[in-house]
């Protein structure tokens, strides 16, 4: 397959990774500069009054990351679901102006660990550093070298994972055609306390994305020169098994279903381009199974905790959830709802509702019940959401 620059335009890479060669995926967080709706009109869009909230939603908290287009700071806040506001900056991390700013949690600590661009470069591809930002503490820069707007990987025992990957020769100009840059890439663990990398697997190609994590091993998204598929990775002893030898290169908005053991994911239509799909992938057998057609490209899928599956079948109608217990119809209204996280426990899902040109509201969903809730944020500041969190709110 010969990609020209301009088929590449085409190409949605996951989570608006290489932002500046792929078109804007659902799951990319609108960049505009008009506020968001007022908190309050959120809190009763959402609910009657911020007191309805489940009982639970005492300790569902989540740690967001807040920038203000073109500032040179990222500030990390805990905020309570359905809260009136959110708690106040707890550390500040610094960064090229108007970086693009990823985040984690890492279970069962009040640690957040956070790419963002630090290298001033033409080339962007590769000039994220991993921090480690934790509540009244300065942050810790841990390695560089990591793939522009990528979110880090943290399984549920801790263990964090980064995309990086250094620069390959520029190609040569065939014709009227320009062959795309082929890179040395690799997927590293990388040590919390000390910053040491070790790689578990290593691809030469355009992109090697961490899709999630299975059993233990790590679910890996390829694009090479001609092909794209999807890999399970022993992170321990880089034992690699092809789970889809083939398939197009314009996968993204990946998440686990737990409850089958299956990876969902949005791509284009084997064979009409004007098609979007959602597709579920078993991570045991490698069988695939085709879960909606749609020509909307925003459909943002993800797993919902339990068992069905939420997504956006129309920017019209905003969120859908299919085949779980709770119904959910658009709770925002209108727009985009790409889920951004999901409690350990399974009870609450976190997501942000976006619109073109208006920042992104951050929110929560009752999974049991279906109800959505406000997650009080920072206004005229485009929000991270990193996940739920045992962190306190208070200073």
């Known amino acids: 397959m010969l990609l020209t620059r301009s088929s590449l335009n085409r190409i949605a890479l996951p989570g608006a990774l290489l932002a500046a060669l792929s078109i804007a995926g659902a799951a990319v967080l609108a960049r505009g500069e008009a506020p968001a709706p007022a908190l309050a009109r959120i809190g009763h869009l959402l609910v009657p ?5 489940p009982a639970a939603s005492a300790a569902a908290r989540v740690a967001i990351l807040a920038t203000t287009p073109g500032a040179t700071r990222t500030t990390l806040h805990i905020a309570a679901v359905g809260g009136a506001q959110a708690g106040p900056a707890l550390a500040t991390l610094q960064h090229l102006d108007d970086a693009v700013v990823r985040a984690r949690v890492v279970p069962r600590t009040p640690i957040v660990v956070a790419t963002a661009d630090t290298r001033p470069s033409r080339d962007r591809s590769f000039n994220a550093t991993l921090f480690r930002v934790e509540p ?25 994972f980064v995309s990086r990957g250094a620069a390959g020769p520029e190609p040569p100009m065939d014709g009227d055609l320009a062959r795309l840059r082929v890179d040395a890439l690799t997927i590293d663990e990388v040590d919390l306390a000390t910053g040491a990398t070790r790689t578990a697997h290593r691809h030469t190609g355009y992109l090697a994305f961490l899709a999630g994590a299975w059993n233990g091993e790590l679910v890996v998204y390829r694009v090479s020169p001609g092909s794209a598929d999807l890999v399970l990775v022993n992170p321990d002893s880089g034992a690699a098994r092809v789970l889809a030898p083939s398939i197009p290169p314009f996968a993204r908005d990946f998440s686990i279903d737990a409850t089958t053991g299956a990876l969902v994911f949005q791509e284009r239509h084997e064979a009409d381009p004007g098609l979007w799909v959602i597709d579920r992938l078993d991570l045991a057998r490698g069988k695939r199974a085709r ?19 939420a997504y956006t079948p129309d920017r019209a109608a905003g969120l859908r959830v299919v085949g779980a217990r709770a119904e959910v119809r658009g709770p925002l209204g209108a727009g985009v709802d790409a889920i951004q996280a999901v409690s350990p426990d399974g009870a609450w899902v976190a997501a942000l509702h976006t619109n073109p040109s208006a920042f992104a509201v951050p929110f929560a ?6 109800e959505a809730f406000a997650i009080p944020a920072p206004s005229g500041a485009r929000i991270a959401v990193a996940g739920f969190t045992t962190a306190k709110e208070e200073p």
Do not use: F, K, Q, Y
Request: with cysteine.
């Open 136 to 160: 009244h503490a300065e942050p810790v820069a841990l390695c560089d070298g990591v793939v522009h707007a990528s979110r880090p990987l943290v399984t549920a025992d801790g263990r964090v």
């Open 49 to 53: 009054a911020a007191a309805a909230a």
């Open 365 to 370: 969903i009752h999974a049991e019940s279906g």
């Open 291 to 309: 879960l909606e057609v749609s020509a909307n490209s925003g459909l943002a899928p993800h797993a919902w905790p339990g068992g069905g599956l």
